[in-house]
């Protein structure tokens, strides 16, 4: 794993938080996004080397939501770069990890995806990312 790629963020409203966000990291949100797939709007900020992502459910049944319901807004993953998903996500299932896809699948900001299940990472749900 390279470097932290981003913090993922779950909110209840991105009209909401972004405006919170930006005057909080003093920067603009360069990028929203709907990935309908998942049920889930996005909007990112750089900060530094890393990115912090914002999400809002789009959906009842989407995961954001559930996890809106039972936790409250707040840090919902950590997401390592890494330069071949397909190769990262062998070996952490050999050193005994859990995934959470068996592929990866396209996520935001034009990134392919798999999350590891928190039960093995802390209570950390970890996703690793692939730029396209």
Excluded: W
């Amino acid at each position: 794993m390279q470097k932290v790629e981003h913090i993922g963020i779950a909110v209840k409203s991105l009209e909401v938080s972004i405006p919170l966000f930006e005057k909080l990291l003093n920067s603009d949100c360069y990028k929203k996004e709907l990935v309908e797939s998942e049920f889930v709007e996005t909007a990112f900020f750089q900060t530094g080397q890393t990115k912090i992502e914002l999400l809002e459910a789009t959906g009842p049944d989407s995961a954001i939501a559930k996890f809106v319901d039972k936790k409250g807004e707040g840090i919902h993953h950590i997401a390592f770069e890494v330069t071949d998903i397909y190769a990262e996500m062998e070996r952490l299932s050999k050193e005994g990890f859990t995934l959470l896809q068996t592929q990866p699948k396209k996520g935001a900001d034009n990134k392919l995806v798999c999350f590891l299940h928190p039960k093995g990472t802390n209570g950390v749900l970890v996703e690793l990312c692939q730029e396209i």
